[in-house]
């Protein structure tokens, strides 16, 4: 079998299942064989080996099963960076490349600290410390496994101003009160009984970074309320949440005391990420 038939073969099993077949065959074959999409233009006519068109075949099939292309890969590119990943953890999604920007727009010239509330693979961190090598970054994860993966990521990428903590949220002492200027999270907003946990890539995502009770605000709530204690005077928090949750989110800040709370829309248009700053003076909120 050569590589166009493998491709085409491999694009026939995925039709029925992923709506990026084409896609899919392709960035897979050409990360197992390492040949170029140039190479594979020019000499697709080529045979593959048996060893290489049995592992393409397994990867195909799990693909076929739902697998994200991510997880197959390990690897994932966010904001620009090259990110490794694997099933502990979500994949770096583009949207979620909003809660950076927002973020670098909102942040002061001077040096400050920020804090990325489970970091995951540590995307959300690394992606801004990389734009703001001045700043110290804090990203923490309840799950250990997501913390050494970030750790790796920062140490590949070379990113020195960041540093990792196996943390609930705020529970690390070494989270000290008010010395952050920029708090970030993309934290589980999916309601328990929400019918997209059983579709598409999310499947095979871990549920604890996923789902958050019975209206996907439990740990928004959690980090609204704790996050005063945290912030400096002036901060920023900010919050990526579910499509139809920014209204709520918003009431959210505002009855915690936030000011300026506004909400900013993503790729398709939703209000997606939402944000507020910390209006009072340390111990008055």
């Known amino acids: 079998m050569t590589f166009d038939q493998a491709l085409q073969a491999a694009r026939e099993r995925l039709a029925a299942t992923s709506a990026t077949a084409a896609l899919d065959a392709e960035v897979l074959l050409l990360a197992l064989s390492g040949k170029s999409r140039a190479w594979l233009y020019g000499f697709g006519d080529t045979e593959l080996d048996s060893t290489l068109a049995a592992r393409f075949d397994e990867w195909i099939e799990r693909r076929a099963a739902g697998e994200p292309v991510a997880y ?9 960076l090259p990110l490794e990943v694997s099933p502990v953890t979500l994949i770096p999604r583009p949207d979620t490349e909003l809660l950076v920007e927002q973020a670098l727009a909102l942040a002061s010239a001077e040096p400050a600290k920020a804090l990325d509330l489970g970091t995951g693979s540590g995307a ?29 990521n920062a140490e590949r990428l070379g990113l020195g101003n960041t540093r990792w903590l196996h943390s609930r949220w705020f529970d690390h002492r070494e989270l000290a ?21 059983e579709q598409g890539d999310v ?36 919050l990526e949440h579910g499509y139809d949750q920014a209204s709520a989110v918003r009431q959210l800040m505002e009855r915690q005391g936030f000011a300026r709370v506004a909400s900013a829309r993503d790729l398709g248009g939703h209000e997606r990420v939402t944000f507020g700053q910390q209006a009072t003076a340390p111990g008055t909120h």
Request: proline fraction near 7%; aromatic fraction near 10%.
């Open 72 to 80: 197959l890969l390990g690897m994932r590119e966010f904001f620009g």
């Open 124 to 152: 959300i961190a690394l992606a801004f410390a990389s734009q703001r090598p001045d700043w110290q970054v804090i990203g923490s994860d309840r799950v250990a496994e997501a913390v050494a993966l970030a750790q790796r």
């Open 177 to 197: 009160p008010h010395s952050f200027a920029l708090i970030l999270s993309n934290p589980p907003y999916i309601a328990e009984h929400d019918r997209h946990l």
């Open 203 to 238: 499947r095979f995502e871990p549920r604890s970074a996923l789902v958050a009770g019975s209206d996907g605000l439990d740990d928004i709530r959690e980090i609204i309320v704790a996050s005063p204690d945290y912030l400096v005077p002036g901060g920023w928090l900010l």
